[in-house]
């Protein structure tokens, strides 16, 4: 059985995505054992860094949180470290959006983002088992408010597909979705990682030219191991 560990990233309100890493035993302890080994190369090498800090795109890009004390040359290291961790693993990453934009202009009421979004990628992942890798799947996510909602949605996927939006029930995703917190689980953080750069390369036009080159080349190393990248834009036709 695999595991597939989901992360969800937004930007504003023009963009929502899910991103998710698919494993086996093997993928999730190489990437466990990477991670925690960043964590202590850190420590290290960084006065008062705890090595169970959070591997968390957002705060390691910014220097937010934990974060704000490591130099910024660190900073990128780590995130360029768990680029490469992912892309060793033999886990698959698959990246899923939407243009929230071109949704409104499409829809009077469209299905909300975070479970439209949600459905294409379990969708994705789902026909990926059934067509290429073969077996079942758990769904693991960090803890959301609407972690209800998700669950409920999921048994919904898998009685039926969601109409107009996936291409059939659920049948390779095996009972619900667990929550948990991130920074328990160095695979949610490395889901995590991977969403927030595929969303930062696609959504922002850096100003500084390190910054880009640094994303570039952790997306690229992410891109080795992506099975599937696409973000929905509907036209532009108002329906009901």
Not at 113 to 129: K, N
Not at 187 to 208: C, G, M, P, Y
Request: hydrophobic share 40%; proline share 3%.
């Amino acid at each position: 059985m695999r595991a597939l560990y989901i992360d969800e990233s937004a930007r504003d309100n023009r963009f929502y995505f899910f991103g998710g890493l698919l494993v086996d035993d093997d993928a999730a302890r190489s990437i466990e054992v990477g991670l925690s080994g960043i964590g202590r190369l850190l420590a290290e090498n960084i006065p008062g860094f705890d090595a169970e800090t959070e591997l968390h795109g957002n705060e390691m890009f910014h220097g937010h949180g934990a974060w704000g004390s490591v130099p910024i040359p660190w900073r990128v290291k780590a995130c360029e470290l768990v680029s490469k961790a992912i892309a060793r693993s033999g886990a698959e990453y698959t990246f899923r959006g939407i243009d929230l934009t071109a949704l409104r202009a499409r829809y009077v009421s469209p299905y909300p983002a975070h479970l439209l979004t949600l459905a294409h990628i379990l969708d994705d992942v789902d026909g990926r088992l059934d067509r290429v890798l073969g077996g079942v799947a758990l769904v693991l996510a960090d803890d959301h408010h609407s972690a209800a909602t998700s669950r409920r949605n999921l048994v919904d996927f898998k009685l039926r597909k969601v109409p107009g939006y996936t291409q059939g029930k659920l049948e390779n995703l095996v009972d619900t979705i667990y929550f948990g917190p991130s920074h328990a689980s160095r695979l949610l953080q490395a889901a995590d990682v991977a969403t927030f750069f595929f969303n930062r390369e696609k959504t922002i036009i850096e100003s500084d030219a390190r910054a880009q080159a640094a994303v570039g080349r952790i997306v690229r190393r992410i891109r080795q191991v992506t099975v599937s990248e696409y973000t929905w834009e509907p036209t532009d036709r108002r329906s009901r």
